[in-house]
C-alpha cells in the first residue's frame, strides 16, 4: 500500500529549482485506490495533479529513486491534464520513453530526469488511454545506458483526474 507521507518525501526531488517550497505546499486532496490527486501554489497560480507509484520496477537489482506519473493541470499556464513521468536518475540523451497502455504506445521526450509528451493530441490520446486502461508501462534508458521498466496500476486514475482538475477550476 502507498502511504501519503512516503510520496510527500519524493516530492522533494521533483522539481530542482523550487523542490522543498513545492513539497511544503503540496496538499493531499483524495486518495482513489492506487492514485492521488494533490495541489500546490505554484509560481504562475495554482497546480493540481494526479500522482502514481509504480507497483514494479525492473531491473530489480538496481536503485531507481523516486519515481512518479504525472497527470497535471496549471491554469496559469494554460495547462490541462499533462502526463509527465519522472524519475531519480537522469535518461539517456536523445532516447524517448515507451508508455504502454494496455498495448497502446506512446512516445515520451525526455530531458535529464523527466519525460513528456510531444503534442497536446497526443496528450489528450494517452489520458483517454489511461481512463480506460487496465495496466500501463513505462520503458525508459538511464545514462549509463540501464534500459528501465515500470509498471503502473491505473486502478484511480480517473477519480484522481477528476479531483485534480475539478480543484483547479
Not at 492506487?34 to 500546490?40: E, I, N, V
Not at 506519473?69 to 491534464?81: A, H, L, N, Y
Not at 499533462?82 to 540523451?93: A, M
Not at 515507451?98 to 513528456?116: I, P, S, Y
Amino acid at each position: 500500500m502507498i502511504e501519503a507521507k512516503t510520496l510527500m518525501a519524493g516530492l522533494l526531488g521533483l522539481v530542482v529549482s523550487s523542490a522543498a517550497a513545492f513539497a511544503q505546499d503540496a496538499k493531499l486532496l483524495e486518495k482513489h485506490s492506487d492514485w492521488f490527486a494533490y495541489s500546490h501554489a505554484g509560481s504562475s497560480g495554482k497546480v493540481c495533479y494526479a500522482l502514481s507509484v509504480p507497483t514494479q520496477m525492473r531491473p530489480g537489482d538496481r536503485n531507481h529513486g523516486d519515481v512518479f506519473f504525472f497527470i497535471s493541470t496549471r491554469p496559469g499556464e494554460g495547462v490541462k491534464d499533462e502526463p509527465s513521468f519522472l524519475v531519480g536518475y537522469p535518461f539517456k540523451d536523445g532516447i524517448s520513453v515507451v508508455v504502454d497502455v494496455d498495448g497502446n504506445k506512446f512516445n515520451m521526450f525526455t530531458k535529464n530526469d523527466g519525460a513528456w509528451v510531444d503534442n497536446a493530441a497526443t496528450e489528450a490520446q494517452l489520458v483517454a488511454a489511461m481512463k480506460a486502461g487496465r495496466q500501463m508501462s513505462v520503458e525508459g534508458e538511464s545514462a549509463r545506458g540501464t534500459k528501465t521498466s515500470y509498471s503502473f496500476s491505473l486502478s484511480g486514475v480517473t477519480a484522481a483526474i477528476s479531483t485534480a482538475s475539478n480543484a483547479c477550476k
